[in-house]
């Protein structure tokens, strides 16, 4: 991963009498990454249902003679590629306040008194991530029984869903659309 960081701070007095300080505190501290080559893996998330049309035969074989009607699998989703983040957080704080001393009932006093505010705002944009709703979509593939090719099982209800099925039997397996259905770019920002 890239880090950059930087932070500024400045500090600043001012003395009202002999006995009472003013100051005022500014700091801001930011810090930018950039992480890289993170894969999209599912480990044992993804339920395979006999119909699905990328079982390998051999695999289908054995599910028809043992009875298993679906399957629990993980996948490094290599299909996929893999995804990066970039992020950039930043902390701005501001204190404001004054402290003195006097002297009372014999004694030596000191006082201090201040306001602090903080604000942290982190943005980060994701690229190559997956878009689960998506995801979970196409992985639940079968076979349109009017064309014979592989469907989405939500497509048969809502044909207008725009869904794509996708393979996780292999490498290079899926078409670019495919890949573009399930991959995207997400992005937020938070502040506190």
Known sequence: PDITD???????????????????????????????????????????KADNP?????VLTQMQ???????????????????????????????????GNFQALGSDWNWDVSYQRGIAKQYVIADNSMLMANYRLALDATTDPVTGNPICRSTLTDP?????????????????????????LTQGLQQW
């Open 65 to 99: 003679d043992l009875g298993i009607p679906e399957f629990t699998m993980g996948t490094q989703n290599q299909d996929l590629g893999s995804a990066s983040t970039d992020a950039e957080r930043t902390v701005d704080r501001f204190v404001v306040g004054a402290n």
């Open 160 to 184: 207008g869903n725009g869904c794509l099925p996708y393979n996780p039997m292999g490498i290079g397996v899926n078409s670019q659309e495919v890949l573009d259905y399930i991959r995207g």
């Open 6 to 48: 930087l932070s500024l701070f400045a500090h600043a007095t001012f003395n009202l009498t002999d006995n009472v300080e003013l100051f005022a505190e500014a700091s801001h501290g930011r810090s930018k990454t950039y992480n890289y080559g993170y894969t999209l893996e599912c480990n044992s998330c993804m339920t395979i």
């Open 54 to 58: 990328f079982i390998p035969a051999s």
